[in-house]
């Protein structure tokens, strides 16, 4: 059996959960350390990384963003991957492990949608049953998905219960497991969740950085200066971090949803505005009241609209080898609109957080930086929700 | 690692097994949700507990995000919450009703660490006799564990149908009060069959401790409640007694006595 302190990043992370998982998560943390140990395990998944999701995904330059923010600009094209975001490296790597353990039941859960539309693509490539849940104020927000979703067999279940965003669907996701756990795989869909999940979900996703460090390398002949990505549970910014880690000349920024303004109570932005709790199986920065009860979060973007955060980012923050910032609504359309009309990209709302802090900024950067921006997904999804709220140049 | 055993209190927990041993009867431990529908029923409805027969009383102190919890202790918890119930606001209901009976706090580790480090010698205080943590299994948080452990409380463990037997024998170690089996695979909530495995587990659980054993998570009717007294020390009802309160203390004292009756029969 694993350590307790094999489960944690510095003091963050655990298993907090009901007894009834307990030996589920034993049991998936021993499947995990030995599918990574098996080298067909790897070998396989590198395979379908490539011939299915499309990897390695390009790095590109940016040379009229760049011009316009006065630094080198690089964007890791995770908008490329197969279904349109960085989500599937892992949801892929999971129906594997899955496959492995002999389950053939999927449960997710989604915010945005990119994640439940990943875990459906391979269930349907696999031919596993999949059940996503989604809250019922996302499946409005993120309707494209949802349709998605059905076209490729996944039953999406409508959450009505609390804020009907991605927190409920999670909660709800997780009870589904308690309930079918003998037969049934949870695919969680961020760096969240009781261990082994974080480290394994990080572990997965971090073919990101591992590529763009050895692309940088080639392109720019150069390490970035600055690594920026936005975080929700925060699962593209660990899968891009983390080859970075141990270079300390690289800064690592992380990006949250300001929502309203950090100081209007609307907003997603755990690590800054948090106090550490727990939720959803692990100790992490949480919004919440003097009670302990969890403060609804917001933000434009549903991938971002969840009040915790993975525990490695709470771990990155308390020991201040990452930056945790953060970037209004507002910010992040424009930032949507800004990468659309100089570098013909248009990236998903939680994406354009990253790039709008860059832009944000530009002060900050001198003439000799390189930034290298995990663009993490493509924005059609949320085009029908900023035109209809006006949003979109007519 | 786990933590040390806990510290096996004598308090009214275990003194009210004991009695009920004498008689050869079997507990009647009864949920509700603490300030739902509203303050003022909530007391009623810890009085009809009482008088309807409970053994013990479990109060659930509503949290916002009840993973282990199903539909109606999810709404009940919601609606607590909605009228502005707190860990505090929980305790001074405590002290105004003061049952007569053994209560145990129901809830899970976020309110709990919020409430502050005096969190459980206030819930003794205000007359609380234990405490259960749904999210915080055995051998999780050490720390906190024995925080838990080591407080007047007695801390009462869960074992789950899915628990292997050495689990089990260290779970019963670190817990202290009675034993909570959780009768199947699933979250709390109505249920019209009990797990056939239900037998088999309670007695892989009797060979590993001598903490009484009660049964909950899906136990609503008179015949339910019957069935499982006879296997287990005791047995809990939730989500039927809070659908109850729902309706009134009328409804509770009915239910609490028919549940009672049957488990006496
Ligand atoms: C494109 C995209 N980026 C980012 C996120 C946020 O998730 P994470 O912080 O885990 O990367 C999502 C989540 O739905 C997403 O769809």
């Given at each position: 059996m694993a350590t307790e302190t094999h489960h944690r990043f510095g003091a963050f992370g655990g298993q907090y959960v009901p007894e009834t998982l307990i030996p589920a998560l034993d049991e998936l943390d021993a499947a995990f350390a030995q599918a990574i140990r098996d080298p067909e395990f790897q070998r396989e998944l590198d395979r379908l990384l490539k011939?299915?999701?499309?990897?390695?995904s390009p790095l590109s330059t940016a040379p009229r963003l760049s011009q316009a923010v006065g630094c080198d600009v690089y964007l890791k094209r995770e908008d490329l991957n197969h279904t349109g975001a960085h989500k599937i490296n892992s949801a892929l790597a999971q129906a594997l492990l899955a496959q492995r353990m002999g389950k053939r039941r999927i449960i997710a859960e989604t915010g945005a949608g990119q994640h439940g539309v990943a875990t459906a693509t391979v269930c349907a490539r696999f031919g596993l049953d999949c059940t996503v849940y989604m809250g019922e104020e996302d499946m409005r927000r993120q309707e494209l998905n949802v349709y998605r979703m059905r076209l490729m067999g996944a039953k999406v279940v409508p959450v009505l219960s609390g804020t009907r965003t991605l927190k409920d669907a999670t909660s709800e996701a997780i009870r589904d497991w308690v309930t079918n756990v003998n037969d049934s795989y949870y695919i969680i869909?961020?760096?969240?969740?009781?261990?082994p999940y974080p480290r394994m979900v990080r572990d997965f996703q971090s073919v990101i950085g591992r590529e763009a460090k050895a692309q940088m390398l080639e392109t720019a002949g150069r390490a970035p200066s600055s690594v920026v990505a936005c975080v929700g549970g925060g699962s593209n910014a660990m899968g891009i971090f983390h080859a970075f880690v141990?270079?300390?000349a690289v800064e690592l920024v992380g990006v949250e949803a300001a929502g309203r303004?950090?100081?209007?109570?609307?907003?997603?932005a755990s690590l800054q505005r948090g106090v550490p709790g727990v939720l959803h199986g692990s100790l992490s920065y949480l919004l919440q009241d003097e009670s302990g009860q969890v403060h609804p979060a917001h933000s434009i973007s549903a991938g971002l609209d969840y009040p915790g955060v993975g525990p490695e980012h709470s771990y990155l923050k308390e020991t201040g080898r990452a930056l945790y910032v953060s970037v209004t609504d507002d910010e992040a359309v424009e930032g949507l609109g800004m990468l659309g009309r100089l570098e013909g990209i248009i990236p998903a709302l939680e994406t354009s957080h990253a790039v709008a802090w860059v832009v944000k900024e530009k002060?900050?950067?001198?003439?000799?930086d390189a930034v290298l921006i995990?663009?993490?997904?493509?924005g059609d999804k949320d085009l029908a929700q900023i035109t209809e709220m006006g949003l979109l140049p007519a | 690692m786990a933590s040390p055993p806990a510290t096996t209190s004598s308090n009214s927990i275990t003194r009210r097994f004991d009695a009920l041993k004498k008689e050869s009867r079997r507990a009647l431990v009864c949920y509700v949700t603490a300030g739902h529908p509203d303050v003022g029923r909530s007391l009623e409805t810890l009085r009809a507990l009482e008088d309807g027969g409970a053994d013990i009383i479990e109060l659930g102190v509503p949290?916002?995000?009840?993973?282990?919890?199903?539909?109606v202790i999810q709404a009940s918890s919601q609606q607590a919450l909605e009228k502005g119930m707190t860990y505090d606001g929980v305790l001074a209901l405590l002290e105004r009703a003061k049952p007569r009976v053994p209560v145990v706090l129901f809830s899970y580790l976020n309110p709990i660490l919020a409430a502050g480090p005096d969190a459980l010698t206030r819930a003794a205080d205000a007359g609380a006799s234990g405490i259960l943590v749904?999210?915080?299994?055995?051998?999780?948080?050490p720390a906190r564990e024995e925080w838990l452990g080591a407080s007047p409380l007695a801390f009462i463990r869960l074992v789950a149908p899915t628990t292997p037997g050495a689990r089990m024998a260290e779970i019963a170690r670190h817990g202290s009060g009675f034993v909570y089996l959780i009768?199947?695979?699933?979250?709390?909530g109505v249920q019209q069959t009990t797990a056939a495995s239900l037998p088999e587990t309670i007695q892989r659980l009797r060979s590993t401790t001598t903490l009484p054993i009660c049964v909950g998570f899906g136990i609503s009717t008179p015949e339910q409640a019957r069935s499982v007294g006879k296997l287990a020390d005791g047995v809990v009802v939730g989500s039927a007694l809070v659908s109850a309160a729902e309706h009134g203390p009328e409804d509770v004292l009915k239910l609490t006595r028919s549940l009672r009756e049957a488990l006496d029969d």
């Open positions: 011939e299915y999701v499309g990897r390695p869909g961020s760096v969240v969740g009781p261990a141990p270079d300390l303004g950090l100081d209007s109570g609307e907003h997603s002060e900050r950067w001198n003439k000799g995990c663009i993490s997904g493509r | 949290f916002s995000d009840p993973i282990a919890d199903g539909p749904t999210d915080i299994p055995v051998g999780a948080d009768s199947r695979l699933g979250v709390t």
